[in-house]
Nanobody
Framework: QVQLVESGGGSVQAGGSLRLSCAASGFTFSSRCMAWFRQAPGKEREGVAAIYFSGDVTHYADSVKGRFTISRDNAKNTLYLQMNSLKTEDTAVYLC???????????WGQGTQVTVSS
């Protein structure tokens, strides 16, 4: 059974930091690209960052470049998102996903809430 379980969300003041984790099981984590998405109330889900299966190639949304860092530990089947210099507009539910070869998402986690206050 495939599972993606996010953790590390919470409430933080603007300018603060959080580190999200996504524990994966039930599929070959090391062979899939992984990604973080977020969805704010009333808004569409948007891609935040993605990382190739090997971990050597990453992509970021313009809105988070220079502030967020995606990484993975294939030995621990875990995906991470280090979020620094958080802004109120970063408030959302953050979800991790496992990609198909064509880049679309095959598996999703349930999400973790991140709330940034001013």
């Amino acid at each position: 059974q495939v599972q993606l379980v996010e953790s590390g969300g919470g409430s933080v003041q603007a300018g603060g930091s959080l580190r999200l984790s996504c524990a994966a099981s039930g599929f070959t984590f090391s062979s899939r690209c992984m990604a973080w998405f977020r969805q704010a109330p009333g808004k569409e889900r948007e891609g935040v960052a993605a990382i190739y299966f090997s971990g050597d190639v990453t992509h970021y949304a313009d809105s988070v470049k220079g502030r967020f860092t995606i990484s993975r530990d294939n030995a621990k089947n875990t995906l991470y998102l280090q979020m620094n210099s958080l802004k109120t507009e970063d408030t959302a539910v953050y979800l991790c996903g496992a990609c198909r070869r064509d880049g679309t998402m095959k598996y999703w986690g349930q999400g973790t809430q991140v709330t940034v206050s001013s």
